[in-house]
């Protein structure tokens, strides 16, 4: 006969597993996934190394699941944040400022994301954290097209084109060393992405006056 887990011991071990991701993005956010071990994770959350392989084979799958917690909580950001807005400049706008602004007040963690090497199954998931984002703008780039608020153009491409070079743009500053600390964020980087963004979907933005 299978063992079957009762409810309190499921509960236990939920608890446990809850534990270990947020002491994972702790380290993440401090260290980047090289300071993510098994072992230190473990030390973090206050239990065996042993204990860690009972909720993850091993770092690749641990690294896979903290990614797609912290993107999860980003992809949320955003979407507060355009939630918020009404126009659709504004909502695009709102996207990327977001998404950089948070990512310039945790430089650590915003590096581990987008650029820091890893497993190939994080790339992998950078990849659909790309995309995902992507999606998120070509959305907005739609409405703005079918408004008549912008020039003709293709949705994916264009929000693709600026994904890519909103992480490039934000590369830089996030490998400063040393980073910036947390709610340091560069006054002058956030708003002109904003402004570069606008200008590429052929939309004057109020720095051009």
Request: proline content about 7%; charged content about 20%.
């Amino acid at each position: 006969m299978a063992y079957r887990r009762t409810p309190a011991v499921q509960a236990r071990l939920d608890a446990q597993r809850e534990a270990v991701l947020q002491a994972a993005v702790g380290l993440l956010a401090e260290r980047g996934y090289g300071g993510c071990s098994m072992a230190a994770v473990a030390e973090r959350a206050g239990i065996a190394t042993g204990s860690m392989y009972g909720h993850f084979a091993n770092k690749a799958e641990l690294s896979v699941e903290l990614f797609r917690r912290v993107v999860t909580r980003e992809v949320a950001a955003v979407h507060e944040a355009v939630a918020r807005h009404d126009t659709p400049r504004d909502r695009i706008a709102a996207v990327v400022e977001t998404f950089a602004a948070r990512a310039l007040r945790a430089p650590r963690l915003a590096h581990a994301l987008l650029v820091e090497p890893a497993d190939t199954v994080v790339d992998a998931e950078r990849l659909v954290f790309r995309r995902t984002f992507r999606d998120v703008l070509a959305a907005e780039i739609a409405t703005a097209l079918a408004a008549g608020r912008l020039p003709p153009q293709d949705p994916q491409l264009t929000a693709a084109a600026i994904v890519g070079a909103t992480a490039e743009a934000l590369t830089g500053p996030l490998a400063a060393v040393p980073p910036p600390g947390p709610g340091a964020a560069p006054d002058a980087v956030v708003p002109a992405l904003v402004s570069f963004t606008l200008r590429a979907l052929g939309e004057r933005d109020d720095s051009d006056a």
